[in-house]
């Protein structure tokens, strides 16, 4: 298959690939029963249920998301009662969060829906030797970097197959 060709296949499978990544990260789910949340709604609750009582910074920090969006995603979890708001007991202005009863058990739930999502991706992924999964995530960073506007491509060194 000439180069052309492959590179057209890449591009389009990186859009598809991206159009369902999106609509996965964006659809509401029930990982427990009558309690739907995006999944990023659910990775906020995975690092407060993992840190007991972070601050907002905290959170943000181990989401590698800004403050206004930890901000969005704290306030729209607060409002379907999972979390709680309480000042920190060193510093008034700095806000901790907790998670509610209910936000506990939205917690346990996605942590069990993880475990059986990773399994999953591991067995479709088996296929690949250790070398290729570095490769695809080779890749995924360059990918990212030309979404970002930088021209990766000129900064990847390493030799590709054909100069090997």
């Known amino acids: ?10 591009i ?10 999106y609509a ?5 789910r029930e990982y427990i029963v009558g309690e739907k949340i995006h999944l990023r709604e659910a990775h906020f609750l995975l690092n407060v249920g993992r840190k007991g009582c972070p601050s907002m910074s905290d959170i943000a920090e181990m989401m590698d998301v800004s403050q206004g969006a ?6 729209r979890l607060f409002k379907k009662k999972l979390i709680e708001k309480e000042e920190d007991s060193a510093d008034r202005r700095c806000k901790r969060i907790r998670l509610t ?13 993880d475990t059986i999502r990773k399994e999953a991706i ?6 690949f030797s ?10 995924e960073q360059v990918v ?3 979404c970002a506007g930088e021209l990766a491509c000129l900064l990847y060194t390493s030799p590709s197959p054909r100069d090997r």
């Open 1 to 10: 298959m000439k180069r052309e060709i492959l590179l057209d296949q890449l």
């Open 24 to 28: 996965y990260m964006y659809t509401d």
């Open 122 to 127: 591991e067995k479709c992924v088996q296929c």
């Open 12 to 21: 389009r499978e990186t859009r598809e690939a991206t159009t369902a990544y």
């Open 101 to 113: 009863e209910e936000g506990k058990r939205v917690y346990q739930a996605y942590c069990q829906y």
């Open 144 to 146: 990212q970097q030309i």
């Open 130 to 139: 250790d070398d290729e999964l570095r490769s695809i995530i080779r890749y």
């Open 70 to 75: 930890v901000t969005q995603l704290a306030h």
